[in-house]
């Protein structure tokens, strides 16, 4: 079913995978679509504990799993999860996974990542603290110095109950701190990568470290208006490459994605283009330079959570270069 990547730990993982986030948050919506995405073929759900539907996604896998009868096994899929920045001290990074495994309804996880490199504050019961500014109110010592984070994230990873870890949203010099003091080394890394955002260097870093990249908003998420002005989705260029080869344009981004060398996890809760977005194919060369040209150079970050967390993630990016 698909194409797959091996992890550093020799574990397989799905080339293309299905984002969860659901930004409209309706009872119901997420259930819908993983269902959807599980019955096109997906093997690989991309979770977070953020999103505050993995009860939801939890009962799809199990419904879908019975409904299968026996033909798709919990091993056959590819779960991952993330934990938030409020949960980032040892004990919490526990509480977190087991919070995320009893919604999901399963023992482990073969994925578990550190959302973001920020450590903040939480209430008693375990919501994000936000301060009198509307922000999160952030750790500074655990921000900058997350060993202790990561060490618990490696003892998850030796009790089983993480198949592998990473982290998501770093850049190379949060990698580069990571590296410095990891006995495991982290297996992924995903951050946000479509032509606008080809992220060039990072991709050359995690080969050479030996760090899986995977991409999140690969279609340019397409709901919110960049800067820039121009969307992903608009570029004429893209559009041909995609439309010389029968195909669409998501599944020609998925499938530059993957002949770059990650994983990419398209997000709809459409199911037709659920379905859709999921018949990746061998991109032919020309396509992939044509692609790579209009990628050349950009730097268009469409995710940004600066406001939210009152938290500067990118300082290296005060100037946003335009395409
Ligand atoms: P929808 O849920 O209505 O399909 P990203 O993952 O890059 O952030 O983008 C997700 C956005 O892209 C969602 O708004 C989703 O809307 C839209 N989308 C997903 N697949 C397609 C597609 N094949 N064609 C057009 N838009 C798509």
Not at 63 to 78: A, C, M, N, Q
Not at 146 to 170: C, D, R
Not at 212 to 226: R, T
Request: include cysteine.
């Amino acid at each position: 079913l698909g194409r797959a990547f091996t992890l550093p730990t020799g574990a397989k993982i799905p080339a293309v995978g299905f984002g969860t986030f659901a930004s409209e948050g309706s009872k119901g919506e997420s259930y819908k679509a993983v269902m959807a995405a599980l019955e096109a073929g997906y093997r690989h759900l991309d979770c977070a504990w953020f999103y505050q539907n993995e009860d939801e996604i939890g009962d799809a896998i199990q419904d879908f799993l019975r409904e299968s009868i026996g033909t798709v096994k919990r091993e056959d899929l590819f779960i991952c999860t993330k934990v938030w920045n409020h949960l980032h001290e040892p004990d919490e990074v526990n509480w977190s996974l087991e919070d995320s495994l009893k919604r999901l309804k399963l023992d482990y996880v073969d994925l578990f990542l550190i959302h973001w490199p920020i450590a903040a504050e939480r209430t008693k019961d375990y919501k994000p603290l936000i301060g009198p500014d509307g922000k999160y109110v952030i750790k500074n010592e655990l921000t900058e110095n997350p060993e202790p984070t990561w060490q618990a994230m490696e003892e998850l990873y030796y009790s089983g109950k993480a198949k592998a870890i990473g982290v998501s949203n770093f850049t190379i010099p949060h990698l580069r701190k990571l590296l410095s003091f990891a006995k495991v080394n982290p297996h992924v890394n995903q951050v946000e990568i479509h032509p606008f955002l080809p992220n060039e260097e990072l991709l050359e870093f995690c080969k050479e470290k030996n760090i899986l990249l995977v991409a999140y908003s690969p279609l340019g998420s397409q709901n919110q208006v960049p800067t820039t002005g121009e969307r992903v989705s608009e570029n004429p260029t893209l559009i041909k490459a995609a439309e010389d080869t029968g195909h669409t344009l998501a599944q020609a981004l998925v499938s530059w994605g993957v002949k770059r060398g990650y994983c990419v996890l398209p997000k709809s809760s459409n199911p037709e283009r659920i379905r859709s977005n999921f018949q990746d194919y061998e991109m032919p060369e020309k396509d992939f330079e044509v692609i790579n040209e209009v990628a050349k150079g950009r730097h268009s970050r469409f995710v940004n959570m600066k406001d939210t967390f009152g938290y500067d993630v990118w300082p290296e990016e005060s100037v946003v270069a335009s395409p």
